[in-house]
């Protein structure tokens, strides 16, 4: 049977597993893999374990309470090997790149922020400042306007919008960023500016969640920010 994992932390890690149960119906035991000074913490698992809720909580409360005594790599939900040979194998092999994201990471939490501008409040905002946008607007709307205008005014706004967009999320980061050890942006959905994970120092979570709300703050009403966290840094392994 396919071997799960959940996490990799050190050997001295406690590793306390008692009170915890695996994924899978039934709740497959943990067990740990070690090879040198690198231990994964495991279970059994069926091939093809789809993202039941029941399952992706049980995963996160392994790795929530292996952070909780000490640096943790928290592995994304679904990760397989082959059996405990091979997630021993791998745990040698890329020993050094596990033990500097250990040290990393330890004393760090993520948060993942989504920001994102009213699309109304944006046109009109478009609308006011481009004087070539509210000429193709309004032969647009008078039905005056040949085919070409209409295009080169969707591609106009496009570009407005995009350039606006670019430019609000790099002084959103500009302003953020100080407080945060590390950045990783994800593209933006749609309607959002901004897609983006923080690798935060646990002492300065209080200190990041306040930047966040006087950035939100100071965008106003037309922009929303949706802060998650703090989480567990996968954005970061």
Not at 41 to 63: F, I, M
Not at 172 to 200: C, H, I, K, Q, Y
Request: charged fraction near 30%; proline fraction near 5%; glycine fraction near 8%.
């Amino acid at each position: 049977m396919p071997t799960y994992v959940y996490a990799i932390v050190a050997a001295d890690h406690p590793a306390r597993l008692e009170g915890l149960q695996g994924v899978g119906s039934p709740p497959a035991a943990l067990r740990t893999v070690s090879a040198g000074d690198l231990t994964a913490v495991v279970s059994d698992a069926e091939e093809g374990l789809r993202a039941k809720r029941r399952d992706v909580l049980a995963h996160e409360a392994v790795v929530e309470s292996l952070m909780a005594d000490g640096a943790t790599l928290p592995m994304r939900f679904g990760l397989l090997g082959p059996d405990d040979g091979k997630v021993a194998e791998v745990l040698e092999h890329d020993g050094d790149a596990y033990r500097t994201r250990l040290t990393e990471l330890d004393g760090h939490l993520e948060f993942h922020l989504k920001a994102a501008r009213d699309e109304q409040d944006l046109l009109r905002e478009i609308v006011a400042d481009s004087e070539e946008v509210r000429q193709l607007n309004e032969r647009t709307r008078s039905g005056d306007a040949a085919q070409e205008d209409r295009v080169a005014l969707g591609e106009l706004v496009a570009r407005e919008i995009a350039g606006r967009n670019a430019e609000r999320a790099e002084d959103t980061l500009r302003r953020l960023e100080p407080v945060a050890a590390r950045v990783s942006r994800s593209e933006p959905g749609s309607g959002d500016f901004l897609n983006v994970s923080f690798l935060v120092p646990t002492g300065a979570s209080k200190e990041f969640v306040h930047a966040v709300q006087e950035e939100a703050d100071r965008r106003g009403d037309a922009c929303t920010f949706t802060l998650t966290g703090p989480l567990p840094p996968y954005s970061f392994v």
